[in-house]
T-cell receptor
Framework: LAKTTQPISMDSYEGQEVNITCSHN???????ITWYQQFPSQGPRFIIQ???TKVTNEVASLFIPADRKSSTLSLPRVSLSDTAVYYC???????????FGAGTRLAVHP | SQTIHQWPATLVQPVGSPLSLECTVE??????LYWYRQAAGRGLQLLFY??????ISSEVPQNLSASRPQDRQFILSSKKLLLSDSGFYLC??????????????FGQGTRLTVV
């Protein structure tokens, strides 16, 4: 399984765009990139999944360069309620063994 | 729709006592099932992973065991709890691997304190 590396923490302000980058240098051909969000005392919640290029949903966008060795989760116009821990996972397609790293602790300030 | 039930929400147990946490999933068949533990301020540690009845993969050596007696039931157990077993335990399910969908759904968690 590909190991992921992401910043331990980030700070932002309400209304700003936040970009969290994750590196996964040894990603395999059939691996997918997935991001989760976790609030205190709750289980993680799926945000977005991608394989290559760009994926967008109502919550976030995921940018994946051609070499797929990194990915960037983009949160547009964050609010205080976006304060949470964000996890980047690399998951083998067809296997679905979900290994979480330490995540990035995002703090959004007024 | 699919739902996941995990109980109890909180539990205080003395050292050396047994443990049984139960998780059930409704509305889906042959799910992948997971048990995670999260220490305070830390990330999630995958404890057990199951792709079917009786098929359990243990991810870390520890004082815990897991069983899957039915397709949508996943049980986490211990014969004798240690202080280090304290933490937030989360059960999760995801669709069978062949669907290429990596979305997992988590239960509400059990906060276990071993005293």
């Amino acid at each position: 399984l590909a190991k992921t590396t992401q910043p331990i923490s980030m700070d932002s302000y309400e209304g700003q765009e936040v970009n969290i980058t994750c590196s996964h240098n040894n990603i395999a051909t059939n691996d997918y990139i997935t991001w989760y969000q976790q609030f205190p005392s709750q289980g993680p919640r799926f945000i977005i999944q991608g394989y290559k290029t760009k994926v967008t949903n109502e919550v976030a966008s995921l940018f994946i360069p051609a070499d797929r060795k990194s990915s960037t989760l983009s949160l547009p116009r964050v609010s205080l309620s976006d304060t949470a821990v964000y996890y980047c996972l690399v998951v083998s397609g067809g296997y679905n063994k979900l290994i979480f790293g330490a995540g990035t602790r995002l703090a959004v300030h007024p | 729709s699919q739902t996941i039930h995990q109980w109890p929400a909180t539990l205080v147990q003395p050292v050396g006592s047994p443990l049984s946490l139960e998780c059930t999933v409704e509305g889906t068949s042959n799910p992948n099932l997971y048990w995670y533990r999260q220490a305070a301020g830390r990330g999630l540690q995958l404890l057990f992973y199951s792709v079917g009845i009786g098929q359990i993969s243990s991810e870390v050596p520890q004082n815990l065991s897991a069983s899957r007696p039915q397709d949508r039931q996943f049980i986490l157990s211990s014969k004798k709890l240690l202080l280090s077993d304290s933490g937030f335990y989360l059960c999760a399910w995801s669709a069978p691997g062949h669907t290429m969908n990596t979305e997992a759904f988590f239960g509400q968690g059990t906060r276990l304190t071993v005293v």
